[in-house]
């Protein structure tokens, strides 16, 4: 089994990931598409035995890490470039993904991200969050973000990850950068914020906020003062709002909404579709939680629908529809009118009908 060569192959094509199933060749995912490494043989449970040594090389944490919870997070280095590596089993034989970290962080405008998220950042407290799917671009938006205050900013910004996937260097900030785990700098997320109540950080970049505890403690940093960047995964802004309720019981529900609508300052919902050209184009969804939004928050019913009209009817305080970012790529020519339609219900095609003609008109003026 030769990684050297895998990983060499996957640089050389740009992938961003590579897979290692048993009973497969070697594959790598470039933009988007599923390529097999022909030249390579298939690969067997003993050589899957081979990658596991060849990344733990003899690390007791992360191999009691494994045999305990039958999957692990970890990172490597190959020749300079970062790799999140994830190990899980199938059929009792270990299996392995590897994500490519680029070194070079792309800017904000390479990205796709809207401006407003860069302006939220300069906010002296509250809660920002980065949502999407698996696969959406989360942590190349969350590092950009911390880049960019780095480089713009005076703060101390302290992030929780697992693992460290981007190292960051202290420009006009000063960055703290801890990697959660066993054996590692913080045993869990939650562990990591509240010890961040005494590091006198100014915002805290917390990697996945995955459950109620982590939740809590971020709330209760925003609540202190701080400026606080997670992520979750979820596909949208109302189902994020939607999901950050439901970590909590019935009875505490009434209070979080409140603690939320005042402590949410934005979320930012992207998805990433292989473009016309071949490349991946960002669709971001973004929503500025001005008073309307705030009000919706602490209803005691929350409305999809109605979160999403709020966004609609926010656009000149930086909101922006997932339907307008469909109909302006689409115009743009970047992606395709199926695209656009796939990502959006049946009951929705109408209104993006209307909103392209919009756009174009827009345009032609």
Excluded: W
């Excluded at 390529?35 to 050589?47: H, K, Q």
């Excluded at 040594?53 to 999957?71: P, W």
């Amino acid at each position: 089994m030769n990684m050297d060569r895998i990983l060499d192959l996957a640089i050389e094509k740009d992938a961003s990931d590579v897979h290692l199933v048993p009973e497969n060749k070697p594959m790598l995912r470039i933009a988007r598409d599923l390529i097999s490494i022909d030249e390579m043989d298939v690969i067997t449970p003993e050589d899957m035995l081979e990658v596991y040594d060849y990344i733990i090389r003899g690390n007791l944490d992360k191999d009691a890490v494994f045999n305990e919870t039958r999957k692990l997070d970890t990172s490597y280095e190959y020749r300079g470039i970062r790799l999140r590596v994830n190990f899980s089993y199938s059929r009792e034989v270990p299996v392995c993904t590897l994500r490519l970290i680029k070194n070079e962080l792309p800017t904000f405008e390479e990205l796709g991200v809207p401006d407003v998220v860069r302006r939220m950042t300069y906010q002296p407290q509250g809660l920002i969050l980065v949502t999407g799917k698996t696969n959406s671009g989360k942590t190349t938006t969350l590092n950009a973000l911390i880049n960019e205050i780095n480089e713009k900013q005076n703060k101390k910004i302290l992030t929780l990850e697992n693992p460290i996937e981007y190292r960051h260097h202290s420009k006009k900030s000063l960055i703290v950068q801890k990697e959660v785990g066993r054996g590692l700098d913080s045993l869990s997320y939650s562990d990591g914020v509240k010890n961040s109540l005494r590091e006198d950080c100014d915002i805290l970049v917390i990697g996945e906020i995955r459950d109620k505890v982590t939740m809590e403690a971020a709330i209760e940093m925003a609540e202190s003062g701080h400026l606080v960047i997670g992520t979750l995964h979820t596909k949208s802004c109302a189902e994020t709002i939607d999901r950050m309720i439901n970590f909590y019981e019935v009875r505490d529900q009434a209070s979080i909404k409140y603690l939320m609508s005042a402590l949410l300052k934005l979320v930012v919902s992207q998805r990433l579709l292989k473009g016309t050209d071949g490349k991946l184009v960002l669709v971001p969804e973004v929503m500025v939680v001005d008073n309307i939004v705030a009000g919706i928050i602490r209803k005691e019913k929350i409305s999809v629908s109605e979160i999403e009209d709020a966004i609609q009817s926010n656009l000149e305080k930086g909101s922006i529809g997932l339907i307008n970012s469909l109909a302006e790529l689409f115009v743009k020519d970047k992606i395709t009118l199926e695209q656009a339609k796939s990502q959006i219900e049946e009951k929705n095609i109408e209104t993006l009908n209307r909103t392209i003609m919009q756009l174009r008109i827009k345009l032609s003026k």
